[in-house]
């Protein structure tokens, strides 16, 4: 791949944030899942041979510090929007990933006409009319991430024998989603009477077999944003920007190229 990553380190709201940054055009802002990121995903290189990409990580997951004060997923989603005014950048486009797509849509929530298109995949944040958001707590920190792939050879691909850096990483991410999202554990009583003031067109991509995020969250998205499509991924789990990165890459950009 062409594409090269520069990571730099923003203060904002008193903490350090780490932020990769590759690719040139139109913003979009990449918000990750529950679980972290690895630095370098097909996903984000295929993003950036078309746009320019930011990348930060949560406050107080990856190589972002944590900020003790944080309380809620639109905490993060201020931070991120703070980010983007210090960047400089306008008319950005948001991709959300699982618990980054909750983050995502928070902020379009607190700023309905301000961001260009919004894709959320497998996203949480709205409570499941059928059935419920898996819990991470009663699990190990490895079958989680296990069970967001439909095919465990696509988790094998991406994260190959598991580190103890990575059980870490894991484990702090872990804290962190238990420290913003728990009660109720990962969804939001308001949001989904706030999303309807979104303008952004949206589009909503789900793995046909999310056995993290029930589809029925994905529907309830689509009926509560007033300008949604809803897409599914075959044989694909929770992690669909991993497991099938060329399908949503491509459904992705086509949505985001599109005027």
């Not at 298109?117 to 898996?134: H, N, S, T, Y």
């Not at 991470?136 to 850096?165: E, L, R």
Request: proline share 6%; hydrophobic share 45%.
């Amino acid at each position: 791949m062409s594409v090269v990553w520069t990571d730099t380190v923003k203060e904002i709201a008193g903490i350090k944030l780490h932020v990769s940054r590759a690719g040139s055009g139109p913003t979009v802002l990449v918000l990750h899942h529950d679980i972290g990121t690895v630095d370098r995903l097909p996903f984000y290189d295929a993003l950036a041979e078309k746009f320019d990409v930011v990348i930060p990580h949560h406050p107080g997951w990856g190589k972002s510090q944590r900020a003790e004060w944080m309380r809620h997923p639109r905490d993060i989603a201020a931070v991120h929007a703070w980010l983007l005014a210090d960047l400089g950048v306008s008319n950005v486009s948001l991709v959300g990933l699982g618990f980054g797509g909750w983050i995502a849509a928070e902020m379009a929530s607190h700023a309905p006409e301000t961001y260009r298109k919004l894709v959320l995949v497998g996203a949480m944040g709205i409570k499941p009319p059928e059935g419920d958001i898996a819990d991470q707590a009663i699990v190990s920190y490895i079958v989680y991430p296990h069970a967001g792939f439909h095919d465990q050879a696509a988790f094998t691909a991406v994260y190959g024998d598991v580190t103890t850096d990575q059980l870490e990483a894991w484990d702090i991410a872990r804290e962190m989603s238990f420290r913003t999202a728990w009660k109720p554990y990962m969804y939001s009583q308001t949001l989904p009477h706030l999303l309807g003031g979104v303008r952004s067109p949206s589009l909503i991509l789900w793995g046909d077999d999310d056995q993290i995020v029930p589809l029925s969250a994905g529907h309830a998205y689509a009926r509560a944003l007033h300008d949604a499509t809803l897409t599914t991924i075959p044989a694909c789990g929770h992690f669909a920007e991993m497991e099938k990165p060329d399908a949503v890459a491509k459904l992705t950009i086509d949505f985001l190229s599109r005027n």
